[in-house]
Nanobody, 127 residues
Framework: QVQLVESGGGSVQAGGSLRLSCAAS????????MSWFRQSPGKEREGVAT????????YYADSVKGRFTISRDNTETMLFLQMNSLKPEDTAMYYC????????????????????WGQGTQVTVSS
């Protein structure tokens, strides 16, 4: 079965940086786009970034373009999200996900493989 374990979250001041990690298992990792989503209380889950199977292509939500960078290590089956210039509105629980589609469609929650989310990692940005 698919197992996704997110880590690297924490509490930082606005303008700071965090690097999130996701360890994936139980899935042919190189066969799928991988994505990051986030959700804060009272808001729906939002696609943040997605990356192609061999790191050739990336897509980002407009709100994070120029600040976040998604990457993957196919050998270690790890997904990363480098988050720079953090803003209070970035505060959310962050989840990684396996995409059942390709391209920018992987920023939509209904494309998540088996609708499996894991537990997420909390990011809190203070002003």
């Amino acid at each position: 079965q698919v197992q996704l374990v997110e880590s690297g979250g924490g509490s930082v001041q606005a303008g700071g940086s965090l690097r999130l990690s996701c360890a994936a298992s139980g899935v042919p990792f190189t066969s799928y786009y991988m994505s990051w989503f986030r959700q804060s209380p009272g808001k729906e889950r939002e696609g943040v970034a997605t990356i192609s199977t061999y790191t050739d292509t990336t897509y980002y939500a407009d709100s994070v373009k120029g600040r976040f960078t998604i990457s993957r290590d196919n050998t270690e089956t790890m997904l990363f999200l480098q988050m720079n210039s953090l803003k209070p509105e970035d505060t959310a629980m962050y989840y990684c996900a396996v995409c059942s589609s390709v391209g920018s469609g992987c920023l939509t929650a209904n494309k998540v493989l088996n609708n499996y989310w894991g537990q997420g990692t909390q990011v809190t940005v203070s002003s």
